[in-house]
């Protein structure tokens, strides 16, 4: 495989990889975890519908404006955070 964007250098690694000159050293119990890693990463979305107060609504709306990000992302990833266990209420007793 040749390609025009590579120089000298880059186009000999890949001709060595092409060529099978390349071993991984990953244990078979890395690369299962890494595919299940990343199988789990790219899981389908699912779409819902939520009920929330205005006041709520626009408080997510100003923090996630201030965070950068569109405050549908915003949500979610407090969501993906709280369920993944990242996420906790800070509040509740011990």
């Known amino acids: ?42 899981e389908r979305e699912t779409e819902i519908q939520i009920r929330m107060s205005e006041r709520d609504l626009s408080t997510l709306q100003r923090r996630a404006l201030e965070a950068g990000i569109p405050y549908r992302i915003f949500v979610a990833s407090i969501l993906h955070k709280y369920a993944s266990g990242s996420l906790y209420d800070a509040t509740a007793s011990a």
């Open 1 to 42: 495989m040749t390609s025009d964007h590579l120089n000298k250098e880059e186009q000999e690694i890949l001709d060595a990889y092409d060529a099978g000159e390349f071993t991984s050293e990953m244990s078979s119990a890395r690369k299962n975890f890494l595919e299940r890693a990343a199988a789990t990463t790219v």
